[in-house]
């Protein structure tokens, strides 16, 4: 029975196939200073080779700049007719394109970031419509000038890759410059989350337990090699498969929330949930036990664990997660809902048990694993492994003690018989000596 859950819980965890990054995707934090932008020599680092495409995030100035320049009215125009789009990109793959009114309509909430040209040209430009006719929002550095301004560029010199001398940034409000591919030109995109990440959960501390079967967890055996009576203990390493499943319609209870995957942070790790939030990790646990045991002797012992959901209900922070090592606080939540189905319940089944020993059998599971010494092999260890052989060969004491108190016993009865015998004797003599002193004289 229980091979066939661990069956079952792994081929849960196989269709939940983990989610991979784009491997070749990076996004940057800080922002690229006119210094690094002037450097004619750059030695590029092993990141820079790893990362094909780049995406550096904008920081607060420069979406409060943005707002003033595209979302505020400067009395021109031409700025309330134009309706500039933007990139959207999902784990480093393009997934669509915004206009300008949705940045405006949510004051630049959303994580924007900046891409080269370059890259844009070469990764996304394949995958656009030669025919389409929109503008889109960038921004040019001139090192010379010293200088960064937000500027427009057409549809049709990306997807076509016009050249150096035909290529146009121009810049936003008036027009009055414009910037050329000689110049620093990043283009505006917009990273979308990859999933929601579960993180500061505090389990509230209503419980509710469903037990179900128990199931051997591993053999071991008891040995007490001294002369004296004590307490001998020992241990049992052993690993199960603990299954999780959470409740989503409890975390996308927000009409704000999307659905999107989970990750959830459970014993130090982080947990890929599938759409189901159904999820699994391999624990590794040890169990002690221990009993007062006879000298010289030995018991087996089976260690027994039983299978409990565990449900509970629990608060914590909901992070958007974009790839790269890149999160984003959300919103809090409250009143979620999970099972946890593990083993628990853990106790000692003694084999072998003597009349004569009293049990005192303890049972438990350290709760920080980082403090255990775990054994590799996965054998038990006792104090029998203290003992030498020479002690195994040894003439028992305790023998011998019983087989001379029984000879001294039977040899006290024998003389009590005897003595007893004798006196019995020595007193019928007596009586017919007495009896035929006072018999009468003859007449």
């Excluded at 608060?315 to 009143?335: F, T, V």
């Excluded at 189905?341 to 003694?350: G, K, M, S």
Aim: charged content about 25%.
């Amino acid at each position: 029975m229980f091979i066939q859950t661990i069956i079952v819980l792994l081929t849960s965890l196989t269709l939940c196939t983990a989610y991979e990054e784009h491997p070749h995707f990076c996004i940057e934090t800080q922002p690229l200073l006119l210094a690094d932008i002037d450097r004619h020599v750059v030695i590029p680092t092993e990141r820079d080779l790893k990362c094909h495409i780049r995406a550096t995030t904008l920081t607060s100035k420069e979406k409060e700049s943005f707002i003033d320049t595209m979302c505020t009215d400067h009395g021109s125009t031409t700025v309330k007719r134009d309706n500039h789009h933007f990139f959207k990109l999902h784990n480093g793959e393009l997934s669509g394109r915004g206009a300008q009114d949705e940045i405006c309509s949510n004051d630049a909430s959303s994580v924007l970031a900046w891409v080269p040209y370059t890259m844009m040209l070469k990764f996304y430009a394949p995958e656009l419509n030669p025919k389409e006719r929109l503008t889109y929002i960038a921004k040019a550095t001139n090192v010379e000038r010293e200088k960064t301004e937000l500027c427009h560029f057409r549809h049709t010199d990306l997807v076509n890759a016009v050249s150096d001398n035909l290529f146009t940034c121009v810049v936003m409000i008036f027009g009055d410059n414009f910037y050329g591919l000689e110049d620093n030109i990043n283009v505006l995109v917009e990273l979308e989350p990859l999933m929601y990440q579960l993180r500061n959960i505090t389990y509230m501390p209503w419980r509710n337990i469903t037990n179900s079967y128990k199931m051997r967890l591993g053999d071991s055996v008891l040995k007490n090699p001294s002369g004296e009576r004590k307490p001998i203990y020992g241990s049992i390493n052993y690993a199960f498969v603990e299954k999780i499943h959470l409740n989503t319609s409890s975390i996308y209870q927000d009409e704000h929330l999307t659905k999107l995957p989970l990750l959830f942070e459970h014993r130090g790790s982080v947990l890929e949930l599938d759409a189901d939030g159904v999820g699994g990790l391999d624990v590794e646990q040890k169990a002690y036990f221990g009993r007062s045991m006879d000298p010289r002797s030995e018991v087996k012992v089976q260690v027994i664990g039983q299978w409990v959901d565990q449900h509970r209900e629990f608060s914590a922070d909901i992070y958007e997660y974009y790839g790269n090592g890149l999160r984003r606080y959300r919103q809090p939540i409250s009143g979620a809902r999970l099972t946890f189905v593990r083993i628990d319940n853990t106790e000692p089944a003694f084999e072998a048990p003597e009349s004569n020993n009293l049990v005192k059998a303890s049972l438990f599971r350290d709760q920080h694993l980082s403090r255990l010494s775990l054994n590799e092999s996965g054998t038990n260890f006792t104090e029998w492994d203290n003992a030498t052989e020479d002690n195994e060969d040894e003439p028992s004491f305790y023998s011998w003690f019983v087989v001379t108190c029984l000879l001294l016993a039977v040899a006290v009865i024998i003389a009590v018989y005897l003595i007893v015998r004798t006196q019995s004797r020595k007193n019928k003599k007596r009586q017919k000596y007495d009896l035929a002193n006072t018999s009468p004289p003859p007449a």
